[in-house]
């Protein structure tokens, strides 16, 4: 088995699995658009009111993503794509 070695930039190089936060967006934009339906058929208005809140930031997050993906390889690259460089034009962190 080969070892990957760290460069210890992990954080600025980190990458998001954009495809499974679109799956899991569009998961609870379906469970929250659903409780909200069912609550306000039931006459639960507080906890109608809550689902819908939560289906507008699901929804939110979900066009986010999607413009992500859209917007190509520097956002989802694949595995064949190298670690990007650090942005060198910002100073360092303090450390601790």
């Known amino acids: 088995m080969t070892m990957i070695m760290r460069s210890g930039n992990e954080p600025l190089t980190a990458r998001s699995a954009l495809r499974l936060r679109f799956w899991l967006s569009v998961w609870g934009l379906l469970w929250a ?25 699901v929804l939110t997050d979900l066009l986010l993503v999607v413009r ?26 303090p450390r601790p």
Do not use: E, K, M, N
């Open 33 to 57: 658009v659903g409780g909200t339906v069912v609550f306000a058929f039931v006459g639960s208005v507080g906890w109608a009111t809550a689902c819908g809140v939560l289906a507008l930031v």
């Open 68 to 93: 992500h993906i859209r917007q190509g390889p520097h956002y989802q690259p694949g595995p064949d794509i190298p670690p990007y460089a650090p942005d060198r034009r910002r100073p360092p962190p």
